[in-house]
């Protein structure tokens, strides 16, 4: 529009809320993550082993099932060992989900050059982050820790309130430990698709930094006679944490501590990597 002619003016709509502006981008996000029928199958595939799960608990609950096949109420038993398996099997889920859906989340901006124009309005880095990892978490959630509050409250109404009473901190459990999964799958996915443009090569990766972690913490407790090289081997950490959460053993031989800052700096490496490719110029040598 010729700028001597007059005829523009100011933009005289509704302005969308400060906080809320990053939701704009998993709006879009959403709405082309299923378009593929082998992520939407396998995203259903996600849910076999929790209702495997829903029917033990009421096989747990059955009088009359377990009289027929004289098989001990004692023996099928709904505890912390019981969530802390769901919790390794939907996470392991997730974290082939994360292989999926992680690679296209910052890439295709950061090919076609479009973070210039996220950063040329009122959006900053924070809230570019936050948006993209929300689509991650969303999903995430669904297939980690919000079926297993949902079996949670269906042993609950099954076993009573004293069952319930007693057992609170399986449900703490849940929440904490498949928010610090799904955090640390969310950065790794991004860190590994704003650094790898090309899908598949950070879907490789995204697996790979488990595989490769767990080869090399191995290679190092051989040769250095240690335990310490499994702080590398990002699936016995979590492994670690969630056995202390679900009040379970741990049979990875790492420290709690060690644990929580193995996660710690893996996640403060993965912003580190964020912050040095999300940004609205890049520099090329």
């Known amino acids: 529009m010729a700028v001597y002619k007059r005829t523009y003016k100011g933009y005289s709509g509704g302005l969308t809320p400060a906080w809320s502006r990053f939701l704009i981008l998993p709006r879009y996000s959403f709405a082309r993550l299923f378009q593929s029928k082998f992520l939407l199958l396998f995203f259903l595939a996600c849910y076999i082993y929790p209702l495997g799960c829903l029917g033990y608990i009421y096989l747990a609950h059955n009088l009359s099932f377990l009289k027929a096949f004289n098989v001990s109420p004692n023996l099928l038993k709904i ?11 939907q996470g392991a889920m997730g974290y082939l989900m994360t292989a999926f859906v992680g690679p296209s989340l910052v890439s295709p901006d950061l090919t076609n050059n479009a973070l210039p124009l996220y950063f040329c309005r009122p959006f900053s880095r924070a809230e570019y982050v936050i948006g993209r990892m929300s689509v991650l978490v969303y999903v995430l959630s669904l297939i980690t820790w919000v079926p297993g509050l949902i079996l949670f409250a269906i042993q609950w109404s099954l076993a009573g309130w004293t069952w319930a009473k007693d057992n609170w901190w399986i449900a703490g459990g849940l929440l904490v430990g498949s928010a610090i999964w799904i955090v640390l799958l969310s950065l790794i996915a991004m860190a590994m698709s704003a650094w790898v443009k090309w899908k598949v090569a950070a879907g490789t990766l995204i697996i790979g930094i488990f595989i490769a972690g767990a080869g090399f913490g191995a290679a190092i407790n051989s040769v250095m006679r240690t335990r310490y090289g499994s702080l590398i081997n ?23 501590f060690d644990a929580w800052m193995s996660l710690a700096a893996a996640c403060v490496i993965c912003l580190w990597l964020l912050t040095r490719k999300v940004r609205a110029f890049e520099v090329v040598k």
Do not use: H, M, Q
């Open 79 to 89: 505890d912390g060992t019981f969530f802390l398996t769901f919790c390794s099997f």
């Open 234 to 256: 990002l699936s016995e950490v979590i492994a670690t944490v969630w056995a202390k959460l679900f009040r379970v053993n741990p049979t990875t031989g790492i420290d709690l």
